[in-house]
């Protein structure tokens, strides 16, 4: 399942390699690697998109995030709403 | 009508920042991303890690908070159709014990609620905490608050003419997961698509969790949640 989980170690950039060998880290269901990292825990390659998007993102004024914990409703399969775009002055809603 | 919605999957038009875009590089190609704007993105961390990218931006952050037992059984159901299995209650044991050990994916579960919540607290402006069952309770008063929180509130012209009905009807279950892209398609780490389109129901949780289960969820987060004004 989940094939970006599995993100070869020796893909991941020497910081993120360094920065976990800090970091407490346990086994998860299925037996995978998670860390902790800012009280959460992650699979190492997420923390390297965490970390990277943390650094990188540069939102702008305007821009819409919509957050959630994973198999919230929002990862396209609930109906109901959630997100918003106007486009052409007319406000579609995204799904949830 | 050509909405983006009706061919796309919703993966796609909302990039995950940690997954789809950042993941392996701190500098993606946005402008590949739908022209659209405002631009949408969406995340899985907890606020304050959130926080640390757009702390100095006015950028609205929108938290959909679901209940504990039901988002444990979401994500039983993508894990094992992931695998190829059938409801496979062992798998289902294991994602519970993570769970409430807290020792699981961008948990624990309830320190995430409650960093949103905290936040919409403190910064209503900017974050909007919304919850599911409220959202299936009452689409119509939970999209106007959505649409007045993002600065777009409809009129009353559009309250008369149907506009609301319109937008809850392109986004049901049924008509996204009837639409070709996400009965055959596929999101790029290899899920299909139709894997995430189930049933959307509050409460599903009783069909496969067992009462002591649930109790047990239960009463992990009243105490989690005792004190911050937000209960389930």
Known sequence: MEKWVNLRHEDLTEETKTLISSLPSEKAYLGRNLCKYQGSWYYYNFLQGVLNFQRGFKPQDTDIIVASYPKSGTCGSRHSLSRFLREQRTLLMMIL | ?232
């Open chain 2, 1 to 232: 009508m050509s909405h983006p919605l009706l061919s796309n999957n919703p993966h796609n038009l909302v990039p995950v920042l940690e997954m789809n875009l950042y993941r392996d590089t701190q500098t993606p190609d946005l402008t590949k991303l739908s022209s659209s704007s405002p631009r949408l993105f969406s995340t899985h961390t907890p606020f304050h890690t959130l926080q640390v990218a757009v702390k100095d931006s006015p950028c609205k952050v929108v938290y959909i908070c679901r209940d504990a037992k039901d988002s444990l059984v979401s994500r039983w159901h993508i894990v094992c159709r992931s695998l190829n299995k059938e409801e496979d209650r062992t798998i289902l044991e294991s994602i519970f014990e993570s769970f409430c050990s807290g020792v699981c994916l961008f948990g624990p579960f309830w320190d995430h609620i409650l960093s949103y919540w905290k936040a919409s607290l403190e910064n209503p402006k900017q974050v909007l905490f919304m919850r599911y069952d409220e959202i299936k309770t009452d689409p119509h008063g939970q999209l106007k608050k959505l649409a007045e929180f993002l600065g777009c509130p409809f009129s009353k012209e559009e309250e008369k003419n149907g506009s609301l009905n319109k937008i809850l009807e392109m986004c049901s279950l049924p008509n996204l997961s009837s639409l070709k892209v996400n009965k055959t398609g596929k999101s790029i780490n290899g899920i299909e698509y139709k894997n995430h389109f189930r049933k959307g129901i509050v409460g599903d949780w009783k069909n496969h969790l067992t009462r002591e289960m649930g109790n047990k969820i239960d009463m992990i987060m009243n105490e989690k949640l005792k004190d911050s004004g937000l209960e389930f």
